[in-house]
């Protein structure tokens, strides 16, 4: 909540100190507050996490490798609950047409292209594992509690402070009111994912961003599904690119067999498209009609469905990730490598990276210091390289399109991982994705078929798969600055795209006597942030709602 909207009988905060609070309960936050009770058993490492619980928010395609985990946990593999248990088996790439499929070699495909050594499995349920690893050591986690603000001392991060609960819709305390708790700590690790909030006011606040690229975004949409036996092929690994998108629209799709005879299907979206009229939601659907993907999920069962933003700068728009009492981890500090669909382990060596400088810093006894050689220390690390192979794949593929970008990034990739150079240099990304989209009276409008309920479904249908739930008497956390611009520009200029780029139907035009109205479904939202993102005015922000909101995926 705006501190304009705040009551002001607001009852003092109470406060706990740590030696150390990690924001976000994803795969970077729990391999640091790991790390650090492995090196120190006695510092005070708290974890707090906006999900229900461990693994609530958690949406990966995913294929995993497994190299942040081998560090942290060397004889994963020999333990009984090990979280990944499906091996990749079979690898292949497809470029695909409206009705047919083409099989790329693999061995065209750069090597780092090669899924070999990676596991299909559940990025939240590996994050589950993690955090009852976490608790054996000692750390704390409180799921339910969203880091709702950050917390300053003399110019530094001295810790969060999690959101009130129980204040209304219209700003006044309810019954159910409960102040939230202020979280301290000589350092705080902020690992919120793709845009998050408090991540993205330490950017603006520290200017971490200055001489950086615009960080770039994707928006992934997955489904679930129990498919029959006879079309079950555990370790099958499917990527593909072309139909139903156009040459001027970066994206891809993925297949992925995993155990239990289901399957995991899904579509990744540049946000730097131009269309207005694109609708991702409705790209997906499209996409499960091919034939390629038809033929496996026509029969099974869908069990859940979801939505996340995807940072896909790289290298050249990775921030400075430290400040005065604390550093950017995981997805927050961009570490995706967009060409291979992979960013956990990068997250997860992210997460021991910070966690050894921290250690380090407590052990000499500072605090509220910046984190001078984890900032100096990553770009010559395993993350740095495998991110600076790749750094051209993206700026190539949005200045030349699918089919010519695609081509000269994959030469580009063999090129750096043969010979550590690229005739290309590096890259930039040009205009952040906000200011992407054209008029819609200068784009094609696209007529999307109607869901036939067996593979391709509606918004409303899907969100309820997602199990997103929040407390409907609660300030909207999506807030919209100017109302106005919003009916002048999103509406009159650009045809209203929220209701097209937002994957869970949260934004509505209504038409009330002749005049539009902005209508915001905030209980719809699974927290995707691709409105922050998207917005041609950038006039959409996003915040943290209550506590235990959004999302509950299941296995996802």
Known sequence: ??????????????????????????????????????????????????????????????????????????????????????????DRFYFLGPAGALRLPNMLMPPLMSNHGAYIGSLGNVCRWLAGKAEALGVEIYPGFAAAEVLYENGAVAGVATGDMGIGRDGAITDRFTRGMELRAKYTLFAEGARGQLSKQLIAHYGLDAGCEPQKYGIGLKELWTVPTEKHRPGLVQHSFGWPLDNATGGGSFLYHMEDNQVMVGFVVHLNYANPWLSPF??????????????????????SYGARAITEGGYQS??????????LIGCAAGFVNVPRIKGSH????????????????????RRHDALAGYEAGWRDSAIGRDLWKVRNAKPLWSKLGTYAGIALGGLDMWLNTLFGVSPFGTLGHGKPDSATLVPAAQARRIDYPKPDGIVSFDRLSSVFLSSTNHEEDQPVHLKVADMALQKASEHDVYAGPSARYCPAGVYEWVEEGGTPRFVINAQNCVHCKTCDIKDPNRNITWVAPEGGGGPNYPNM
């Open 1 to 90: 909540m705006d501190a304009a909207e705040r009551p002001a009988e607001l009852p003092e905060r109470e406060a706990m100190e740590f030696d150390v609070v990690v924001v976000g309960a994803g795969p970077a936050g729990l391999a640091a507050a790991i790390r650090l009770k492995q090196l120190d058993a006695d510092l005070a490492v708290v974890v707090v996490e906006k999900g229900s619980e461990v693994g609530a928010h958690i949406l990966s395609g995913a294929v995993i490798d497994p190299a942040g985990l081998d560090r942290l946990f060397p004889d994963w593999r020999q333990e009984a609950d090990a979280p990944l248990k499906t091996p990749v088996t079979d």
């Open 282 to 303: 409705e790209e997906f659907q499209r996409f499960k009609t091919h034939p390629l993907v038809r033929a496996t999920l026509e029969g099974g069962k869908r069990v």
């Open 318 to 327: 990775v921030p400075k990730l430290v400040f005065p009492g604390g550093a």
């Open 346 to 365: 990068n997250a997860v060596l992210s997460g021991i990276q910070a966690a050894d400088e921290v250690a380090r810093a407590l052990g000499e006894g």
